[in-house]
């Protein structure tokens, strides 16, 4: 059977349960690997187990994709002794199941939080009025018995829009959500998120988290005293060493479709034009909408950290039959949208905008959304880093946090050094998506980040 305890963790417990089934498993000592997945896009966390069976454990239990899976993981070094999370998932289906043996089989299970697999067999339709962010939390509550934690947000409320009233069109109460939360903004449009982390389950029950990018943008990155470092010859040098001193340098990082402009202007995020037209006040009004002024606003909000942004080039001119313009003076999309004012009163629809200048915020959302995407690396850490924040607090870093990064390229032509500040990859992260891996004796976690702040890394 594999053994999962080594050096950086252990799997305490890997409980399998089902009404049907009458005894529990514990599979803690047949796991081979688990990796966690967390999205800042995603109101819930996945996991994928891979479980050598040599007992014929499973063709005693027979998976319908009905079980539950409860795995507590925690850290063995002396220093993270008594440190550990569980969480408890529902298993959705088995991916694949290999021959690893004479008597051995491998298999590869898919799992979802409880609240995301309850959530298939409910559907809403029924009127809701209230503040986005009210509603969102009633229907958690009321229909998923799942908490929704507010973030400390920006200002002094938690968002900016009048109440609304809005009909949910029969569907479940995560996609209400986020059809939701699709319409929040703050004031200079930074979307709101509705998340879940690895960490935020009690007792089997699921806690989400409420937050809009600009509480995100204004926190202090978690490592902001003790920058993570890509160097390979750093690399080499602690491979050998303690995990606490292995835990500042980045494994490896890789840098595939980012800078995509072209990709930003077909979804409308450097150019564009919103019309709307209101079938009661028969009323129109067109808006053109540019990039660079959004960006001016997140500078004045401290989400650029004052410091250059690195998401577009403000000075790139575009010629279309004979006229020069820069590029987000342009059109490149045309948005439509038809309103009802009045259709409910004096409260607003879902698409209905009193304030004709906070109706780009439609259009800003989806900007924002686009620039984190459009320069976006997937970095490779040790998980002892994130045990080590388990040490200090019940959570540890995870999405929606942000990181400090100094990348370092060979120079052997500079002479004060054998290695020189990368410029233009060091800065400061949003944590986007996160992946933990546990497997044989290691814990690697791995970080899709988006570049939000330059970096001003000192040569070594």
């Known amino acids: ?55 014929g454990t499973f063709n005693e239990m027979k998976i319908k994709g ?20 569980t969480h408890k998932f529902n298993i959705v ?45 009633a229907v958690l509550d009321n229909h998923l018995d799942t908490d929704l934690n507010m973030l400390d947000f920006t200002g002094n409320e938690p968002t900016r829009q009048d109440p609304i009233r809005i ?52 926190k202090t990155p978690f490592n902001a005293s003790s920058p993570l470092l890509y160097s390979q010859s750093r690399g080499q040098e602690v491979a050998g060493k303690s995990l606490k001193e292995q835990a500042v340098i980045v494994k490896d990082f890789s840098v595939e479709n980012v800078q995509d402009q072209m990709k930003m202007m077909q979804e409308g995020a450097v150019g564009a034009m919103m019309s709307s037209y209101d079938v009661f006040t028969s009323q129109r009004y067109s808006r053109h909408f540019k990039v660079s002024d959004l960006l001016e606003k997140m500078d004045g909000a401290g989400m650029m950290h004052s410091r250059e942004q690195n998401v577009f080039d403000t000075e790139q001119t575009l010629e279309f039959e004979g006229d020069t313009k820069k590029s987000d003076e342009w059109d490149h999309r045309y948005f439509n949208t038809i309103t009802s004012f009045g259709t409910y009163g004096s409260v607003n629809s879902y698409h209905d905008v009193f304030d004709q200048s906070q109706a780009l915020n439609k ?29 200090k607090q019940k959570s540890a870093a995870t999405i929606g946090d942000l990181v400090d990064i100094e ?15 990368n410029k233009e990859l060091s800065g400061t992260y949003l944590i986007h998506k996160v992946r933990n891996v546990f497997t044989s004796t290691r814990h690697d976690v791995v970080l899709s980040v988006s570049k939000v702040a330059e970096g001003k890394p000192e040569l070594t």
């Not at 990348?407 to 500040?421: G, H, I, K, L, S």
């Open 1 to 55: 059977m594999a053994q999962i305890f080594g050096q950086e963790f252990k799997i305490s417990k890997a409980l399998i349960t089902a009404e049907r089934l009458g005894v529990d498993y514990d599979l803690k000592q047949m796991i081979g690997e688990v990796s966690f997945f967390e999205d800042l896009e995603k109101s819930y966390v996945t996991a994928q187990l891979v479980i050598i069976d040599d007992a």
């Open 66 to 85: 009905s079980e539950q899976i409860e795995i507590t993981i925690e850290g063995v070094e002396q220093e993270f002794i008594g440190t550990s999370f």
């Open 93 to 137: 289906s088995i991916i694949q199941v290999q021959k690893g043996g004479e008597r051995s089989e491998i298999y590869h299970l898919n799992c979802i939080s409880p609240h995301a697999y309850r959530d298939q067999g409910i559907k809403i339709s029924r009127s809701y009025t209230g503040k986005i962010e009210d509603i969102c939390e």
């Open 167 to 218: 009909i949910t069109p029969y569907i479940s109460p995560l996609e209400t959500v986020e059809w939701l939360i699709d319409r929040a903004s703050t004031a200079i449009g930074a979307p709101y998120y509705v998340y879940c982390t690895l960490y935020d389950q009690v007792d089997g029950v699921d806690k989400l988290r409420l937050g809009d990018l600009e509480y995100m943008l204004n």
């Open 363 to 391: 259009l800003r959302t989806g900007s924002i959304k686009s620039m984190l995407n459009k320069n976006m690396i997937d970095v490779t850490l040790p998980g002892v880093l994130f045990f080590a924040l388990l040490v």
């Open 407 to 421: 990348f370092q390229n060979t120079n052997v032509e500079d002479p004060r050094t054998d290695e020189t500040a």
